[in-house]
């Protein structure tokens, strides 16, 4: 983007935020998103959808009394269009009942409960490791870091809806599982994913010959795949009390996972990359879905005072100017979208990654945005 297309562009974003419908391009990315992006009619039981259901939960337990109506509105007329096809065969289908366990939470009706606890049944039947790690896969035994957010996001909101345990403990066994096969010790990050069942095969999208035959991990730490642990442990720091000695566990975790992260970022761009620790590598490309995801858990880090360094204040600062200035573009006529974002992924090598394609919206994308734009402006004026 030019200097000059920077400056009008940077007009056009003060020209809306000053207007009567929105304050910052965090408003104006909320309205796109629920009134043109994925209005609740259109919504699906994926995990696609999820991720931005996922954005309109924590809408709702941010914003003002006056506001919830809105987001209320959207998440039960979401879930109530889908009801019948609820499920949880696989870690994707699991996703979406984050809003069931939500609805319960917030009115107490029983139908919600019902189905959540249907989707959680359906979840105990995953195809699992013989450690007990849930696979990513219905065919193929897999642990993937994307599988941390699809259940994991489930598994805390049935937690922080009913108060029962064992919602808790598959979360941290899970979370633990996932963590001893996919974490690099250098980085604090993790690879993609780890093959069981150490066989040469591929799904849909991935490559063949991904898992190292020793090891039996893939070889890249993606950019998206660590966003979904960092904001999920994230989340669970909100919702698990501190008096739960898991508590001090998980901030451990989410420390180890955000301590190379300023290092690893672009300045100019306060973005990070595809493939994080490739930083400097031909090829590889500003990736914006991961930048608002680790901005988002920076932020969370800052405000649960995990961490009190200035470089992480100064990291969460470049991410949100730079998500700003080069990843949001108009959409339409009075609304902003998001830009730079990598389209769904499995499993590769390098070359596989650089090659996705980038693409503008995705519920992902646009959801993380207001996630780490909301949080950021909220501890912005509080300190």
């Excluded at 013989?130 to 957010?149: A, Q, R, Y």
């Excluded at 049935?158 to 941290?172: H, R, V």
């Excluded at 769904?344 to 996630?371: A, E, H, L, S, W």
């Amino acid at each position: 983007m030019s200097n000059k297309i920077r400056i009008i562009f940077s007009i056009v974003l003060l020209s809306m935020s000053l207007s009567s419908w929105a304050q910052t391009w965090v408003d104006t990315l909320d309205s796109y998103a629920r009134e043109s992006f994925l209005p609740a009619s259109s919504y699906h039981w994926r995990w696609t959808d999820a991720a931005l259901l996922n954005t309109m939960v924590k809408e709702y337990d941010l914003c003002p009394a006056s506001q919830k109506q809105l987001y209320l509105d959207y998440i039960r007329k979401a879930m109530d269009k889908t009801y019948g096809f609820a499920n949880g065969k696989t870690p994707n289908s699991v996703a979406s009942a984050l809003g069931l366990a939500f609805l319960y939470r917030v009115t107490k009706e029983e139908k919600y409960k019902v189905k959540a606890e249907k989707v959680y049944s359906d979840y105990l039947k995953i195809r699992r490791t013989t450690e007990g790690g849930v696979s990513h896969l219905m065919l193929f035994t897999e642990l993937w870091d994307d599988t941390v957010f699809m259940i994991g996001q489930f598994l805390l909101s049935m937690y922080q809806a009913t108060g029962e345990q064992k919602y808790l403990d598959e979360f941290m066994k899970q979370f633990r599982i996932h963590r001893e096969k996919l974490q690099d010790k250098e980085w604090g990050l993790w690879y993609h994913g780890w093959d069981s069942d150490n066989k040469t095969h591929c799904t849909f999208c991935s490559q063949m010959y991904w898992a190292d035959k020793s090891s039996r991990r893939s070889h890249e730490i993606w950019g998206r795949g660590n966003g979904w642990i960092v904001v999920t442990l994230s989340d669970a720091l909100e919702i698990i009390p501190r008096s739960n000695p898991v508590w001090i566990e998980t901030a451990g975790y989410l420390k180890e996972m955000i301590l190379h992260l300023p290092e690893l970022q672009e300045r100019e761009t306060g973005h990070w990359y595809q493939l994080p620790v490739r930083k400097n590598e031909e090829h590889n490309w500003m990736e914006s879905s991961c930048t608002a995801m680790f901005a988002y858990g920076i932020t969370a880090a800052l405000h649960l005072n995990l961490v009190s360094d200035s470089i992480y204040r100064q990291t969460a600062d470049r991410a949100y100017r730079g998500l700003r200035e080069y990843s949001i573009v108009p959409a339409k006529t009075k609304y902003l979208t998001t830009q730079n974002i990598c389209t769904g992924t499995c499993i590769g090598d390098k070359n596989y990654y650089f090659k996705r394609g980038v693409k503008k919206g995705k519920p992902y994308g646009i959801g993380m945005f207001i996630q780490f734009g909301r949080r950021y402006e909220m501890d912005k004026r509080l300190n």
